[in-house]
Nanobody
Framework: QVQLVESGGGLVQAGGSLRLSCAAS????????MAWYRQPPGNERMMVAR???????NYADPVKGRFTISRDNAKDTVYLQMDSLKPEDTADYYC????????????????WGKGTLVTVSS
């Protein structure tokens, strides 16, 4: 079993910054792509940023130039640095990872964290 735990959410004023972290733990063999998604109130969940195992990244258009995704493979952790935050960035932020386990080292499965709330005030 694999667990993803997010941290770093909170309340911030527009123009401010936050850094989200997501640590994976459990019977991990390898972590492939890691990503951050967000779900604003009353809206669908959407991808914000994604980073592959070889650290190729891509971002959703609304966050390009403001958010930076990174990962620390030694810690099985992915980060999301969020700068120049806007009220429309307010959402629950979820971590996602494609993980193979020790029991199934060649089968990647999607795992999700429980989310962390980011609120940006105007």
């Amino acid at each position: 079993q694999v667990q993803l735990v997010e941290s770093g959410g909170g309340l911030v004023q527009a123009g401010g910054s936050l850094r989200l972290s997501c640590a994976a733990s459990g019977s991990i063999f390898r972590i492939n792509t890691m990503a951050w998604y967000r779900q604003p109130p009353g809206n669908e969940r959407m991808m914000v940023a994604r980073i592959t195992a070889d650290e190729s990244v891509n971002y959703a258009d609304p966050v390009k130039g403001r958010f930076t995704i990174s990962r620390d493979n030694a810690k099985d952790t992915v980060y999301l640095q969020m700068d120049s935050l806007k009220p429309e960035d307010t959402a629950d932020y979820y971590c996602n990872a494609q993980v193979t386990t020790i029991r199934q080292p060649y089968y990647a499965k999607d795992y999700w964290g429980k989310g962390t709330l980011v609120t940006v005030s105007s």
